[in-house]
């Protein structure tokens, strides 16, 4: 089956500045790759997601970036903001698989701290 | 357009006693997913229902623990005969049935279950 690693556990950037962080998966099928923040007691909410027929996406402060070679995807978010600070979960998924199954996959989650 | 409904939120059993959790997907969802998320770590996959079917349990443990989606009403998580080990919180995702519409996972807010 799938599975899913995310790089860094934790992560602590000043305001303004920008954070990365970093999943790789491994199974070669999965092509939908759905990037959640969580916030304490809150439900995962969707931020942004990429399809595998795309390099990179981008919102606003919030990009995508994937490397279907070597199966790594990362969360960009730049100008960070107070707001920002939650847990980033990254996930995969093989969208159209049998029978619609697109259960997703989770990396382990980043905390990431804006210090104000 | 709602979004998707678990109840209840939070959910005390002491042990040994029956959990039942409820969700209702999104208007125009029949595809549901279970999730569980022990404390300080990720979302892991249990099981995928579609309208009266289960999809894929291979996420389920093997004892204890049953869903269903009939067909008329929400979905339904059963844990049978609760432990300490079942405390966690408890997402329900839907999605649409069109596997073309392209659209992600859309989590409830949870059930929180803590045993005694």
């Known amino acids: 089956g799938e599975n899913v690693e995310q790089h860094p556990s934790t992560l602590s950037v000043q305001e303004g500045d920008s954070a990365v962080i970093k999943c790789t998966y491994s199974?070669?099928?999965?092509?939908?790759f759905p990037w959640y923040k969580q916030e304490l007691g809150k439900r995962p909410q969707l931020i942004i997601d990429?399809?595998?027929?795309?390099g990179e996406k981008k919102d606003q402060r919030i990009a995508v970036t994937l490397n279907k070679t070597a199966k790594h995807f990362s969360l960009h978010i730049t100008e960070t903001q107070p707001e920002d600070s939650a847990v980033y979960f990254c996930?995969?998924?093989?969208?159209?698989?049998?029978?619609?199954?697109?259960?997703?996959?989770f990396g382990t989650g980043t905390r990431l701290t804006i210090i104000p | 357009n709602a979004g998707v409904m678990q109840n209840p939120r939070h959910l005390v059993r002491r042990r040994g006693q029956e959990a039942r959790l409820r969700c209702s997907p999104m208007?125009?969802?029949?595809?549901v997913y279970w999730y569980r998320q022990l404390p300080e770590e990720g979302l892991k996959f249990m099981v995928y229902?579609?309208?009266?079917?289960?999809?894929?349990e291979s996420g389920m443990p093997k004892e204890r623990f049953s869903a269903e989606f009939p067909k008329e009403g929400p979905s339904i998580l059963r844990i049978q005969q609760v432990v300490r080990g079942d405390s966690a919180a408890y997402f329900c995702?839907?999605?649409?049935?069109?596997?073309?519409?392209?659209?992600?996972?859309?989590f409830g807010d949870g059930t929180r279950l803590s045993i005694l």
């Open positions: 229902l579609q309208k009266e079917n289960i999809i894929d």
């Open positions: 199974d070669s099928a999965s092509n939908y």
């Open positions: 995702a839907s999605s649409p049935t069109d596997r073309d519409s392209n659209q992600p996972q859309h």
């Open positions: 208007k125009g969802h029949s595809h």
């Open positions: 996930a995969a998924s093989n969208a159209w698989s049998n029978f619609g199954n697109e259960k997703l996959t």
């Open positions: 990429i399809r595998s027929n795309v």
